[in-house]
């Protein structure tokens, strides 16, 4: 069975601060997504990742699939209050296709 | 830009009682997801449609859930006797294709089962 598994599962830092939170898996995958999740929404679809050792920036964020492409991290600079949300790892597995999900790191940036 | 659209924001139900979540997805769109979030836990996948079936069901998505694609815009999920373990967020999401670039999420549907 594949499982992504994330960490931290939460993090609680300051304006301004850096942070990495990390995908890990013992299963490789064509592609990996990140998403954000708000409290109260849907998540939403930030960045996919497709090539081993690739890195994609969006604005503060930047994102790293592994050169195995087993594994993804995401870094965030200087964090700011807008930042704070639940950062969910995907892949699309199954007989469908389907969208699985990992178990998620809370991120609290506090102004 | 397009959105997926879900009512109603929230639900509140007695035990026993027939719900229905609805859901409109991206109009181009041609595959369909309904996924659970229980408080404090991971999103899980429910079920996916395609073509007006069911193309996969994961173990949650048990007799008492049903799924419908009524008309050519809505598409509902249908839990026909609710328990107190179905309180959660419901999202329907959508995609292009299977092989796509990512999802569109609604914004759920709290549901809590009183």
């Known amino acids: 069975t594949q499982l992504l598994e994330q960490s931290p599962q939460f993090l609680s830092i300051q304006e301004g601060e850096n942070l990495t939170v990390y995908c890990n898996s013992s299963s490789v995958f064509s592609s990996l997504q990140w998403y954000r999740q708000e409290p109260g929404e849907g998540p939403v679809l930030l960045v996919t990742v497709v090539t081993g050792g690739e890195v994609k920036k969006l604005k503060r964020l930047t994102f790293q699939f592994g050169d195995a492409r087993k594994d993804s991290s995401l870094h965030i600079t200087a964090a700011q209050p807008g930042d704070t949300g639940l950062y969910l790892c995907a892949f699309n597995g199954g007989a469908t296709n389907k969208l699985i999900f990992g178990t998620g790191t809370l991120l609290a940036v506090q102004p | 830009e397009p959105e997926v659209t879900q009512t109603p924001s929230h639900q509140v139900t007695q035990m026993g009682q027939e719900v229905i979540l609805r859901c409109v997805p991206i109009s181009n769109h041609l595959y369909f997801y309904w996924y659970r979030q229980i408080l404090g836990q991971k999103v899980e996948f429910l079920v996916s449609?395609?073509?007006?079936?069911?193309?996969?069901k994961s173990e949650i998505f048990d007799d008492q859930f049903s799924v419908e694609r009524p008309d050519g815009s809505n598409f509902t999920l249908k839990i026909r006797s609710t328990k107190l373990e179905d309180s959660a967020m419901y999202f329907c999401?959508?995609?292009?294709?299977?092989?796509?670039?990512?999802?569109?999420f609604g914004s759920g549907t709290r549901l809590t089962v009183v």
């Open positions: 449609f395609y073509n007006n079936e069911i193309s996969e």
């Open positions: 999401a959508s995609s292009e294709g299977v092989r796509t670039n990512g999802y569109t």
